[in-house]
């Protein structure tokens, strides 16, 4: 394989000595930039473009050409597992993913099939193994999946929701059901990573987009128990090298023990958990990953940089901090104020790592 040249990322995850923080953005690869645009335009949909191995090659290596990025991640989309699963993806413009098929019964559950990510999902993979070999050591890639609530969301309620009436229904009168569900999907992401990580991945994050949604003792019970059965399945080293593994459930910051205890490298934390806290909570177990809200790139750039350096000056010094946003980057963003946002972590960060 060859020599990663740029192993920042990786080792900030694995909590060793870096120069400066590592900075990378959820969904960087994305309608923020025109250059995207374009090229989805040219694959004639989102879903098409994320089947289409070239093009997705192409825009995951997009935003590394404008900003100085430390990590590329796969362009890809947290439900490929259901729609591989026969539930009929799609995207109504305005509307986010909707499925034609939704699963709301024991019935619906026992007639899911059993991935094999390698042949069900060969489209991932060969845009994992594609990206790795055009990336050319220049930064590590990330892989990634949904969490097992979060994809059971979509898949109970047939699209996005508000308050997920459909899926708390399901959990709470029945809740065999569900628990059955979210075990098909533990397994099928578990394989799915694994796929990934053969195909290239040197890093795996687990999008828990919804598990802050749940009760306390629902969240251990439906969200967490799952993510810790997929950490404890996935490949930990890959050519010689571990493979770190990134937890992240937004609004979960109440749970970061937890999270902790389930063998994830690193913590990834929204906006709404102060990164000094956090790392007095959790110590030096784990990395942390995060945290800027995504709605200050609409800031002006002087703004924007004012809070790279508090929230630099927060987490403090040393390693073990990757720097991010809470969320994903938002459509509407100006591409220049991602830029000052990526050359604030750059230029301010090396402070923290000295000595």
Not at 170 to 196: F, R
Request: hydrophobic share 40%; proline share 5%; net charge negative.
């Amino acid at each position: 394989m060859t020599e990663l040249k740029n192993d920042r990322f990786l080792r900030a995850l694995m909590r060793q000595p870096v120069d400066r923080t590592p900075v990378w953005m959820m969904r960087q690869a994305g309608r923020y930039l025109p250059e995207y645009r374009a090229t989805r335009a040219q694959a004639g949909d989102f879903l098409s473009l994320c089947k289409n191995t070239e093009l997705a090659c192409e825009v995951t290596l997009q935003p590394l050409e404008r900003f100085p990025l430390d990590a590329a991640i796969l362009f890809s989309d947290i439900l490929t597992i259901p729609d591989a699963m026969g539930l009929g993806l799609y995207f109504e413009t305005g509307e986010g993913p909707k499925f034609r098929h939704t699963v709301r019964s024991a019935d619906d559950v026992a007639a899911l099939p059993e991935l094999n990510s390698a042949v069900d999902l060969d489209y991932v993979m060969n845009a994992v193994s594609t990206i790795r070999g055009a990336l050319n050591g220049r930064v590590p890639l990330i892989g990634f999946s949904g969490s097992p609530w979060t994809l059971a969301t979509y898949m109970v309620e047939g699209g996005s929701s508000k308050d997920f009436r459909e899926a708390k229904k399901l959990m709470y009168s029945e809740p065999e059901v569900m628990h059955a569900l979210l075990a098909k999907l533990a397994s099928a992401v578990t394989d799915y990573l694994n796929q990934q990580i053969r195909a290239g991945a040197q890093a795996v994050q687990i999008f828990d987009t919804w598990g802050g949604a749940l009760s306390s003792w629902a969240y251990q019970e439906l969200s967490l128990a799952y993510m810790k059965q997929i950490i404890d399945g996935l490949i930990r080293e890959q050519d010689g090298r571990r493979i770190p593994v990134i937890l992240f459930t937004k609004n979960g910051g109440q749970w970061l023990e937890s999270m902790a205890d389930t063998g994830a490298d690193a913590l990834g934390l929204d906006w709404t958990t102060d990164i000094a806290q956090a790392r007095a909570r959790v110590g030096d177990r784990v990395a942390l990953q995060g945290n800027m809200d995504p709605a200050m790139l609409y800031a002006p750039p002087a703004r924007i940089r004012a809070e790279v350096a508090d929230i630099l000056s927060r987490f403090g010094q040393g390693s073990g901090h990757i720097f991010n946003l809470g969320h994903g980057i938002t459509p509407d963003v100006d591409p220049t104020h991602a830029g000052a946002f990526i050359e604030a972590v750059v230029e301010l960060s090396g402070q923290y790592h000295q000595g």
